[in-house]
Every structure is written in structure tokens, then in C-alpha cells.
């Protein structure tokens, strides 16, 4: 209660929203390209966790459909690759996943709890596989080439992409749309009953968040400059976004974001450290967040914060008592001592002159 | 005029009759009572009519008009709210925002203002006796008082037909004088009401008329006085 209280300010968080826009947009500047590079990895990961929040993390629908509706922007990058600008290409991609996602959207969104899990987990292996044979038999290609447009066109796609996400959906959480999406999410029954399209809002808004994915994707396809199938339906992007979801916490927009940028950032290090313990590790991470941090990692955060905050107000009340017994004791002793120097002064020099 | 009607309903889960060929109405302005004993079927006939459950056969008339295998939102935007034998609230939002959500979706021809919103939940509220509440979270609300927010909630998707299934169980002997009033006043707002009851001395005070189930199918029909007199439905309650 006290962490909703404090922070649930539609001020502070479209304030922490626009910060972190405009660092991103300003900071890369005096970065060196390889931690470019890693910032557009993690770009990637925040927005899936973003736009996979924006309907799951409300509805506890888990959706595992997010490799196909990124592996389609990524295709769709490749195939169109050259033929049209970048910015052209991003856009149909967003088009194209949108559509995926109201196609299976209408048809799994009627199934409830495990089977709409693995109903979207299934159909992002047809989707891999009907392409991966569609590329082996028909086009007679493997992979394919994607000309990429340089780093720093690839990072300002991704950062206008992450800004789009998060300003969507801190509009949508803020509108009646979004506390229906949460009562959905806490009993559909009760939702139906009280006059939401359950099953309509369920489909749009799964397909709405399937365009920042398509979009992602198909700028993430410049950045690998080469794609085949695995790389494109990668069944680990389905999964990532959950446990980045979880790892930072779906109460509080900051939690994705945060669990995102760790989980990113963890990865990489471990990756490098402890390349044979890395799984084991990565592991072992998420199994003591979930046991011991069931709100995940910003509810730690939050709880540090307020330990903050509190010590802030302490060391602003000792300092109030400080200059309050300055004012009141010690001030007059001072001034005292300081006046009687200065008459005592002026009456020697006095002295001297005459 | 009749506000509601089932001709001829019956629902199996399975291989168990539920509602077995059951004939029921209700008229405007009435206060309906709804009685039986336990698995009479009773609740499956309000998840029937309000749109949760499609019925096997049978028609359901609302205000004159069909609406077998209508999704239940579009029954509540025709003007039928219900509350549910075990509460069914967002328990995780205030009690003030359970209510603003059924104001907002369950008036969709209307819109509504925040303020006016507000105005209007608060009203709501002071109804039921409790505005001071209405910012408490639902999980540390009791359970009367739950079952009191369900009917605020109902209301405020503005209906004409009201289904009411067991808002009086567990109440203590006040609380039940007061829900009993409350309906009485909702009646003179206009509001038909079509209730399932086990508390047989609200029922009996309350009630124009009372349709008694057993084993899913209507076995007597009448005013109180009338059905507490009915052979049949003293051996099913009493035994012979």
C-alpha cells in the first residue's frame, strides 16, 4: 500500500519517462560504438518486455508468442531488404505482426490458463517451421543478407521505438481501458458482467502491443545483417521477456524496464566471466529473485528507496535541530565573543594612535 | 409487461440435468424469489440468463427481445446486472474502482465525465451505507460488506432487471433488516428484481412471488403465502 501510495503519481512516472527518453537520446554521443551496441541489445529486450507487459502483465494471460510476432518484423526486414527505406520497412513490419496477432489472438484468446500458453508457444514453431521450409523448398535460400544502415541509425530507430512503447503504454495503463484490462486480469467473469467486450479488448490490445515487437524486430535485423529462420523465431525471445518481466516486477512500468536492463546486462557479464557457469548462474539469479523477491527486483528497489527517503527526512530534522541551537546558543556566544574582540581591538589600536 | 422470460430452458453438464424444460418469468416491477434446495439448479439459471452459460434449449426473452447466447456484456448493456453467489470482485482495486469500472463500460451510450463519474458513485455508495469505505481496498473488506460493493457495482451499470443470488447469507439479523429495506427501494427506483434466497424470513417478507426449483425444474409457483401452504414443497423442505 505504501509503495502504490507514494508512487503511483502519473507525474513522476511520465517525468521518469521522459528523462530516461531524453538520456538515451542525448548520452550515446560520448559513448564509445561497443557500448552502442550493447545499449541496442538492451533497447531490443526493453521493448519486448515493454509491449509483452502491456497485455500479459495486466491480464496474466502469459503470452509465448513473442518470438513470431518479432521474428515476423525481422523477415519482413529481410525479405524487404533494399527495396524500400528503413523507415517504410519498420512500418510495414509493425503492419504485418499486427495482423499475425489479431489473427492468433482471435483464435487462442477464448482459451484460458495453460492452453493459451502453449497454444502461443505452438504456434511460434509453425510459424518457424512453415517459413524454414518455405526458404529450403520453394526460394531455395538458407539465410538471408540484411544491408544495414550503420549503428547509430539502427540505435536512434530503437530509442524512437522504446519511446513510442512506453509513452503507448503509459496512455493506455492511465485510461478505462487499462484498469478493464487489469479487472480482466483479476476475474474475466466479473468483467464480462459488468459490460467489457472481454474477448475484443483481450485481441486488440494483444494486437496493438504486437506492433512495437514487429517494429523491433525488423530494425534488429539491420543490426545482425544476416538472418536464417533460428535466428529470426529464436524460441529464447518468447521466453526472455516472462522472466524480464517477473525479474523487475509487473506492478510498476519501471519494473519491466529495470528487470530488462539487469537481466541484459547480468547476461552479458556472465557471458564473458563464466562462460561454462553461465546458465547455472543465470539460473540460480532467478531462482533466488523469485523465492525471495515475489514482486520482483523493483520491489527491492522501492524498498531501499523509502529506507532513502526516510533517512533524508532524518538528516533533514537533525539539521533543522543543528541550525535551530545555532540560532538560539550558540549564535549569541559567538556574536559576543566576536563583539568584544572588536571593541577590545578598536580600543588598543585606539591606544596606539594617540 | 414481462421483463424477463425463459421458455422452455434446460442445460446438462454432462450427463446432469441441471435445468431440466423450465418455465419461469418475471414481471416489471416485481420482486421475484427464487428458492430451492441445494443443486436445484438455481444458480445455473441465473449464469443462463445473464449470458455466462449457453442454455442446451430453450429461448430467454429480455424485455421482449431474444437473447439466447448473448455474450454477457451485451446482456448488460441491454440492462440486466447481476451479483454472484461467491463474490467476484477485482480485489485488488479499491472498492471505489471496482464501481467506476462498471460505470464506465456498463453505460457505453453515455459519457461520462470524471466528475461527474464521481458524483455519481458516491451517490451509489451513500445508497448502500458506505461512503466512508468506498477508497478501502476489496481485500480487507469483510464479507457482508463485499457482498454489499457487488450490488453497488451492479447498479452502476445502470440496469432494469437485477439478479441477485444469495446477497443475504450471513448477514447479521441487522444487516438483513437493512438489505431488506434496500431492496424495497429499489423496487420504487424502478428496478426489477429476481432474487435467489436462502434466508426464508427476508424472502417471505420481501417478495411479490416465488418460483420454487427442485432437481432443475419449477415445482410450485405463487405468492409466499401460497407456497409456504403447497404439499410439495413442504415435503421437499420437511420431508413427509
Not at chain 1, 512495437?212 to 538472418?227: D, E, K, N
Not at chain 2, 423450465?22 to 434446495?37: K, M, R, S, T
Request: aromatic content about 10%; glycine content about 8%; hydrophobic content about 50%.
Amino acid at each position: 500500500m505504501l509503495i502504490s501510495t507514494i508512487f503511483n503519481k502519473r507525474k513522476f512516472t511520465l517525468s521518469m519517462i521522459l528523462l530516461s527518453i531524453a538520456l538515451l537520446a542525448v548520452v550515446p554521443r560520448f559513448l564509445p560504438p561497443y557500448v552502442i551496441i550493447s545499449l541496442i541489445t538492451v533497447l531490443m529486450y526493453i521493448i519486448l518486455t515493454l509491449s509483452w507487459t502491456m497485455f500479459s502483465g495486466s491480464t496474466n494471460y502469459i503470452s509465448l508468442a513473442t518470438a513470431a510476432l518479432f521474428g515476423v518484423g525481422v523477415y519482413t526486414s529481410a525479405v524487404l531488404s533494399g527495396s524500400f527505406p528503413l523507415i517504410v520497412i519498420v512500418v510495414i513490419s509493425g503492419v504485418l505482426s499486427f495482423i499475425l496477432a489479431l489473427l492468433v489472438g482471435s483464435l487462442t484468446l477464448r482459451l484460458k490458463g495453460v492452453y493459451f500458453i502453449l497454444f502461443t508457444f505452438g504456434v511460434t514453431a509453425l510459424i518457424r517451421n512453415v517459413i524454414q521450409w518455405w526458404e529450403t523448398h520453394i526460394t531455395l535460400t538458407v539465410g538471408r543478407h540484411v544491408s544495414s544502415p550503420g549503428n547509430d541509425t539502427v540505435y536512434t530507430y530503437m530509442v524512437i521505438i522504446y519511446a513510442l512503447t512506453l509513452i503507448f503504454i503509459f496512455l493506455l495503463q492511465n485510461s478505462s481501458y487499462g484498469m478493464a484490462l487489469q479487472g480482466i486480469g483479476e476475474n474475466e467473469d466479473a468483467a464480462e458482467h459488468i459490460g467489457i467486450d472481454v474477448t475484443r479488448l483481450k485481441v486488440v490490445t494483444f494486437a496493438l502491443s504486437a506492433i512495437f515487437m514487429g517494429a523491433a524486430g525488423a530494425v534488429m535485423a539491420t543490426r545482425w545483417r544476416y538472418i536464417d529462420p533460428t535466428i529470426a523465431f529464436n524460441p529464447l525471445l518468447s521466453f526472455l521477456p516472462v522472466l524480464m518481466a517477473i525479474f523487475g516486477g509487473t506492478s510498476m512500468l519501471g519494473g519491466p524496464i529495470l528487470g530488462a536492463v539487469i537481466f541484459t546486462l547480468l547476461q552479458e557479464y556472465l557471458i564473458t566471466e563464466y562462460p561454462y557457469l553461465y546458465m547455472l548462474l543465470m539460473g540460480l539469479t532467478l531462482v533466488i529473485v523469485i523465492l525471495y523477491l515475489p514482486g520482483g527486483l523493483l520491489v527491492l528497489v522501492m524498498r531501499l528507496y523509502i529506507r532513502l527517503m526516510i533517512q533524508w527526512a532524518k538528516t533533514r530534522f537533525q539539521w533543522q535541530m543543528l541550525k535551530t541551537r545555532w540560532r538560539e546558543e550558540w549564535r549569541p556566544k559567538v556574536s559576543m565573543e566576536l563583539a568584544q574582540r572588536r571593541l577590545r581591538l578598536q580600543w588598543r589600536l585606539g591606544r596606539k594612535r594617540r | 409487461m414481462k421483463m424477463l422470460e425463459g421458455i422452455g430452458i434446460s442445460h446438462s453438464f454432462g450427463g446432469l440435468r441441471a435445468v431440466d424444460n423450465a418455465d419461469f418469468h418475471v414481471e416489471q416491477g416485481e420482486i421475484v424469489g427464487l428458492i430451492g434446495p441445494n443443486g436445484a439448479g438455481k444458480t445455473t439459471l441465473f449464469n443462463i440468463v445473464s449470458g455466462a452459460l449457453k442454455p442446451t434449449s430453450g429461448t430467454i426473452k429480455f424485455k421482449g427481445e431474444d437473447i439466447t447466447g448473448m455474450k454477457p456484456h451485451q446482456i448488460c448493456h441491454r440492462g440486466m446486472a447481476r451479483t454472484f453467489q461467491v463474490t467476484k470482485l477485482f480485489t485488488n482495486m479499491s472498492a471505489f474502482e471496482n464501481v467506476r469500472l462498471a460505470l464506465l463500460f456498463g453505460n457505453p451510450e453515455r459519457k461520462i465525465g470524471r466528475k461527474e463519474a464521481e458524483k455519481e458513485i458516491n451517490q451509489l455508495f451513500a445508497v448502500m451505507g458506505m461512503l466512508s469505505d468506498r477508497h478501502k481496498p476489496v481485500k480487507d473488506m469483510s464479507l457482508a460488506m463485499q457482498k454489499r460493493l457487488e450490488i453497488v457495482r451492479a447498479l452502476a451499470t445502470n440496469p432494469r432487471l437485477l439478479l441477485l443470488d444469495e446477497v443475504m447469507s450471513g448477514l447479521t439479523p441487522k444487516e438483513l433488516n437493512q438489505s431488506m429495506h434496500l431492496i424495497t427501494q429499489l423496487r420504487k427506483r424502478g428496478i426489477t428484481i429476481f432474487m435467489i434466497e436462502h434466508v426464508m424470513h427476508a424472502i417471505m417478507g420481501v417478495c411479490d412471488r416465488i418460483i420454487v426449483f427442485h432437481y432443475g425444474s419449477k415445482i410450485a409457483e405463487g405468492t409466499p403465502a401460497e407456497v409456504v401452504k403447497d404439499p410439495t414443497v413442504n415435503a421437499i423442505y420437511l420431508g413427509k
